[in-house]
């Protein structure tokens, strides 16, 4: 039976030891490695399954820890020093001490410096920052508890730190701080929207090529089919016709209410898989706040 614990010491010497373990954050949980076992980090691309074209993110403990990795820009700093610790990764130029197996070999680096209290415990006692996607299969729906990542990659991972349920439920907001306008790579529970109220920065849509594989197509993706309504009514109506045809429907719907929604969308999809269903008929949320970022997620789960 793998260990399930809340002992940051002992998940802070597997990792020393280059384990990889499963991370609780407050947007989902992490499969972490430290920033500087090679070994290490070979494993998360393995176990996740994961294209080694596609970057991880560095979590640290404060700013203080990201210089080493990645230089943070004007305003990289700002949204540092703002929103830090929380749900935002700011993507910066790297230094040269950064593994390219990290960066994908890009000259960015992607920095967060998460919020919850017992994965800053455990970063602040490893003493170095972790690297940590999020801890499912490529494409997959990422987890929000100790027990999804059990299920999922139990087999894998040396350990899995039990932080409860991820508070928030989706990832962080992703800034690219590269360029001199601030860019929007992946919504989040921090919207750009309270971005510009607090720091009076304006943030613009993500332009030219995908450069954040949440940014592909196809991502967060239970195994059945997911469809997509703009409201309840019309959820209904296809959930007759999917009966009606022989197949197990279940609707997911928390209407206006996107902090809850986001709290349960991947808990609701996982269940979905588990009990059987064909298909999961969403109702999208409306189109502003944590909104945007369920929207982007239901969006990339259904198509494809
Ligand atoms: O909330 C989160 O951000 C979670 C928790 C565990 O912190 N982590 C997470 O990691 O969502 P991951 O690897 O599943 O998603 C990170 C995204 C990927 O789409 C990756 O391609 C992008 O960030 N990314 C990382 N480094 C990048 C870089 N240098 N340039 C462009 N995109 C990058
Ligand atoms: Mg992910």
Redesign the pocket.
Known sequence: MKQITTDFVLAASVLRDGGVIG?P????????ARVDHETAIGRVFAI?Q?PLS????V?AYGVEQCDEWGVLSPIAQVLAQAFWPG?L?I?VH?TSQISDQ???G?????L?V?EHALARQLIQELGVPVV?????RFGRV?PTTAQHVLRDLGDEVDLILDGGVCT?G???T?I?CTSDTPQL??P?ALTATHITQVTGLVVSPATGPS??????EH?YAPQCRVELFENNETAQAALLRVRESGQRGSIIDYGSDVVTYAHLLYHDLRECDNDGIDVALCVLPPHDGLGTAIRDRLLKAASG
């Open positions: 991370l954050t407050e947007t989902v949980y992490g499969l972490a996740k994961r596609h970057p991880l993110i979590h749900p990764t993507l790297r990290i960066t994908g890009r000259d960015t680096v992607a967060r998460p940590a996607p999020s801890a499912n990422s928030i989706v990832e962080s992703i690219d790579l992946r989040g450069r954040s594989a949440g940014m592909l991502h």
